[in-house]
């Protein structure tokens, strides 16, 4: 299968906590251009609004590439999280759903997850954490 | 002169002429649809056209994919979405690009009165390039209509499935035929919106004129009811069929969570119990 | 804004989130809604979060966390207005808000708080 077209790219600095507003409103707009309906997007800005949250609590800051997506029949959004952190030592533990104790990633991943399409995570000790989610219309 | 820049040459170097005998052309043909596109309109549009032709042929036309077509490319898709908004056929959208070989082949012939070499290569490169465009134009008019019409037909659908108030803080949204995932998440989203605008606390989804419920349909039931429990308001399933029941138990999806009654008239006599309304004598008797 | 404003409606506290919330925010409006509680002596907090069009799992916590410290404090939570697009995105993400109940609107979230205090004081 022919990879999607890249229909354009924004990076976003993730450091503040102004930074996560900006990455939701941004991932809004990008959602908005896209064609994606009022509970898509929800569903986007809030993956994104995690993740976003991840990167600063706990990759030590990073940044976002949002890039708008074609393909023969559909439009997407695919959202890239990645930072220099510490990387995360168990990525099972880490995407499982801990929605029902305190803190921790599997909030974050997890939930992520559950809100798109696509997703792939690449992390290790010692060398940062990548975060890919994707939605389709 | 090479051949290969002739048409470069005249479309930069007539790019005035070129204008208003297009114009004329297309203004006496037949799908010129003044009812549609006041004469103003059409000569900003070819105007641009000509104008970005001539930029982009610069770089060579053989090839449409690189950047510097990008731009008249876009171009020809606004214009293409917007003549279909305006409701110009297929047809007479791509005409505007192919009605500009008459003026332009004119042009080329009078250019190379006496290279027969260069004329035939020019002519061939222009009438490919033109046809490229005026295809591509027809192409992305084609998914337009597309887009217009799947989004038409999800209107409809939210106006085919009303949600009926059946008495205060009471809702009922009796859904019928055949659901599809993509018409069960319109119509779900469309009861919650209800909900928060009459404030109801209860909706009953009756599915007595539904005859099958597969299992993506089965959880988008749920996660309505979910949802409006989240919003502080309660759901109750009516009409659920005995073949229904066997496959939503086959399916292994899990109702025990959900109040399901067998019709909608026993589902709003819970409802009203469970909003303390008063009831009339004849129904609580 | 630097803090959300809270407001006392009889015995209750009104909560109206409309902003970005962040750590200090929250940590910020934690610590007023715990004073103002005990200084009310307030039976019940009402947090309005119908202009919120998002709500992640920091907000979801911040809920939890306060409805938790209020029933400490003997009053008790309910989040009102949520917005449909939110809440069937909350269902997709998992999050349940545990111990928190909800209402449509500021009014039926207050009959229901209302109810719950009718209700203690007859025992």
Known sequence: MPAPIVLGTAVLPIRTAEDVVRVRQATRENAVAQGFNLVEQTKLVTAASELARNTIDHGEGGEVRIERLA?????????????QGPGIEDIEQALKDGFSTGNGLGLGLSGARRLSNEFSLDSAPGQGTRVMIARWR | MAPAQVLQHVLTKYAKELLPEWLQLQLSGDTVRSDLMREGELREQSREFLSLLAQAA???????????????????????????????????????????????FTRLRAETPKDAEALASSLWQATVL???????????????????????????????????????????????????????QIVMQSL?????????????????????????????????????????????????????????????????????????????????????????????? | MDRIPILKLDDFLLVTI????????????????????????????????????????FIGRMISNIAGMARVLDAETVVVGMQPAVAITLVELGLSLEGVRTALNVDKGMALLRQRTYEESRI
């Not at chain 2, 084609?142 to 949600?163: A, G």
Request: charged share 20%; net charge negative.
């Open chain 2, 192 to 285: 919650l919106q209800k909900i928060v605008e009459t404030g109801a606390a209860i909706a009953i989804i009756d599915i007595t004129g539904v005859p099958t419920v597969d299992t993506l349909v089965a959880q988008h039931l749920l996660k309505t009811v979910a949802a409006a429990r989240l919003m502080g308001a309660d759901c109750i399933i009516s009409g659920i069929r005995p073949q229904i029941a066997q496959t939503i138990v086959h399916l292994g999806v899990d109702l025990s969570e959900v109040t399901t009654k067998a019709t909608l008239a026993d589902a709003f006599l819970i409802a009203l119990r469970r909003t303390q309304a008063q009831l009339p004598k004849a129904l609580s008797g």
């Open chain 2, 58 to 104: 610069v770089t060579g036309t053989e090839n449409l994919s690189g950047t510097a077509w990008t731009t008249i490319k876009e171009f020809l898709a606004g214009i293409s979405r917007s003549r279909a908004l305006q409701g110009f056929s297929p047809t007479e959208t791509a005409m505007f690009v192919f009605s500009l070989k008459e003026p332009l």
């Open chain 3, 18 to 57: 409309q902003v970005d919330m962040h750590d200090r925010l929250a940590m910020q409006l934690q610590d007023d809604l715990t004073a103002r509680i005990v200084a009310a002596r307030a039976r019940g907090v009402l947090i309005d979060i119908s202009t919120l069009e998002i709500v992640d799992s």
């Open chain 1, 71 to 83: 393909d023969l029949a559909r439009k997407g959004l695919r959202l890239t999280f990645s930072d």
């Open chain 2, 130 to 184: 033109l046809d490229k465009l005026g295809l591509y134009t027809a192409e992305v008019y084609q998914k337009n209509r597309e887009e217009v019409i799947s989004r038409q037909q999800r209107e409809l659908l939210e106006l085919s499935t009303p949600v009926v108030k059946l008495w205060e803080n009471i809702l009922a949204l009796p859904l019928i035929g055949t659901l599809d995932s993509e018409r069960t």
